[in-house]
Nanobody
Framework: VQLQASGGGVVQPGGSLRLTCAAS????????IGWFRQAPGKGREGVSC??????TVYAESVKGRFTISRDNAERVYLEMNSLKSEDTAVYYC??????????????????????WGKGTQVTVSS
């Protein structure tokens, strides 16, 4: 599967952005799709995961502010509200053959998922 993240940009603290992950290829083979991020000078960090059965996982740092959703097998969204400066990072979407209950272990570290694509930059700054 090929994955492409888009929708990043510059936003003020407290603002909102919606990221889109466009998937193409054998999308039905994957049981979870999600997001991880990497801030400047820091390691990768999981953000959220969505299983094919609709179940979700969120990192503690984004719970209540970010929402993951999909409208079909090929587009997944990350709605980000109440953005903070610490949300500044490059955001990547990724897919895994396992559901989030298993794949979150990999998403949370940003490594080992079965497929991921190029990221999109999100900058939160006044």
């Amino acid at each position: 599967v090929q994955l492409q993240a888009s929708g990043g940009g510059v936003v003020q603290p407290g603002g909102s952005l919606r990221l889109t992950c466009a998937a193409s290829g054998f999308t039905s083979d994957y049981n979870s799709i999600g997001w991880f991020r990497q801030a400047p000078g820091k390691g990768r960090e999981g953000v959220s995961c969505l299983s094919s059965d609709g179940s979700t996982v969120y990192a503690e740092s984004v719970k209540g502010r970010f929402t993951i959703s999909r409208d079909n097998a090929e587009r997944v969204y990350l709605e980000m509200n109440s953005l903070k400066s610490e949300d500044t990072a490059v955001y990547y979407c990724a897919a895994d053959y396992s559901p989030c209950a298993s794949s979150w272990f990999r998403f949370s570290r940003g490594y080992g998922m079965d497929s991921w694509g190029k990221g999109t930059q999100v900058t939160v700054s006044s």
